[in-house]
């Protein structure tokens, strides 16, 4: 079992940065991939970046390229999701999730955080 806990969420104006935080615990995340969804109102959730915890590789959607990284923490057990040049379509609940492998697909995750809010003002 893994619980994941996301932080680092708020208000800010486009053009901004943030970092999310996703912090493990239960078991060491270096089994597993890790992805970063996001879900705004009205729409599907999708993955905007994840990685293959053991291997490095990993997928950022087109939409956030060049502007997101998803860097990671081994002794912390922990996630990041580093977002820069944030625009206003940017704004949802992002949520943390772990699986087996580089996933994309929300239904191959079997863990999920409880998410935070990610707010763009332009």
């Known amino acids: 079992q893994v619980q994941l806990v996301e932080s680092g969420g708020g208000l800010v104006q486009a053009g901004g940065s943030l970092r999310l935080s996703c912090a493990a615990s239960?078991?060491?995340?270096?089994?597993?991939?890790m992805g970063w969804f996001r879900q705004a109102p009205g729409k599907e959730r999708e993955c905007v970046a994840a990685?293959?915890?053991?291997?490095?590789?990993?997928y950022l959607a087109d939409s956030v390229k060049g502007r997101f990284t998803i860097p990671r923490d081994n002794a912390k057990n922990t996630v990041y999701l580093q977002m820069n040049s944030l625009k206003p379509e940017d704004t949802a609940d992002y949520y943390c999730?772990?699986?087996?492998?580089?996933?994309?697909?929300?239904?191959?995750?079997?863990?999920w955080g409880q998410g935070t809010q990610v707010t763009v003002s332009s």
């Open positions: 239960g078991r060491t995340l270096s089994s597993y991939g």
């Open positions: 999730a772990a699986s087996y492998g580089l996933r994309i697909r929300a239904l191959d995750y079997v863990y």
């Open positions: 990685v293959n915890w053991s291997s490095g590789s990993t």
